[in-house]
């Protein structure tokens, strides 16, 4: 088991590698870099990686959105494509209409990725239902924000599969908010994956997974790390320093306190917007970021 806690798999394997001199079976990793941004994609191919990660079998791809933090020119459409291209391939063909699901507490500014994500999302089914030759250029998408067990007695899977029951999309993409071991991921990363999600697992309190097995369905999962546990932050600033702590010691000590930045309102309504504009190209493929500004601006 990882002493150090992260909902990102390329932050579990590298925790793992530095615990275990031996390369870990049924893992591959592959970097490479499309429009300046850095991907990171690892496969979890086997039961054994997955239950050494804490991670369940399938591809994780991380965007790194360094360029984007910096402002460089051209930074929000190039990362918004690149983060567009890669929930295309995750997602594969679609042909109906696509869930998006908009997970966490808006209440809360480190757990509202999924709302002020929703926020900035083009919401179409209604439309193609209704006025279909009109609106043939895009796709057809419906979105929801369950809200939390705590403020509405109700599972958020229990939720999303009445709706999933109701109106039969192909596929849902949920959005919500991650843990990181490192202060400097903090919404300057972007994980997509093809293995569903656990709501409330960013901020430690993990809920029933929306996945295949509990909706029928495929799940994207769509994570920005913004906040960090604690005890995982105090282990690696001690093993920086060259000090050997009690993992389980501090763990215990520190309990469930999670750290996030001081600017974390502008930082999460930032990677938000990035994250709405990608998921828009990447259901609506006939359209320009330019478009996305002009309909949801």
Sequence with gaps: MLSRRSDLAMEAKKIWSEDHPDALPGVEEDVSTRRGFEVVTVDVKSEEA???LGKPRGRYVTVELGRFLRR?????????????????????TVNGPVLVVGLGNPAITPDAVGHL??????????????????FRAFGSVAALEPGVLGTTGVESVDTVGALVHEIHPEAVIAVDALASRSM???CRTVQVSDTGIVPGSGVGNARAALSRDTLGVPVIALGVPTVV??????????????ADLDADALHKAAGSMIVTPREIDSAAASISRLAAYALNLALHPGLTVEDVDMLVG
Excluded: C, M, Y
Aim: cysteine-free; overall charge negative; hydrophobic content about 40%.
């Design 50 to 52: 997955a239950r050494a």
């Design 72 to 92: 460089e020119d051209d930074a929000f459409a190039d990362g918004v494509q690149v983060l567009a291209e890669v929930l295309r391939d995750l997602l594969g």
């Design 117 to 134: 994500t929703v926020k900035n999302t083009l919401i179409t089914r209604h439309l193609k239902d209704r006025s279909p030759d009109q």
């Design 184 to 186: 400097e991921r903090l």
């Design 229 to 242: 546990d604690a005890a995982t932050l105090t282990l690696d600033l001690a093993r920086e320093a060259g």
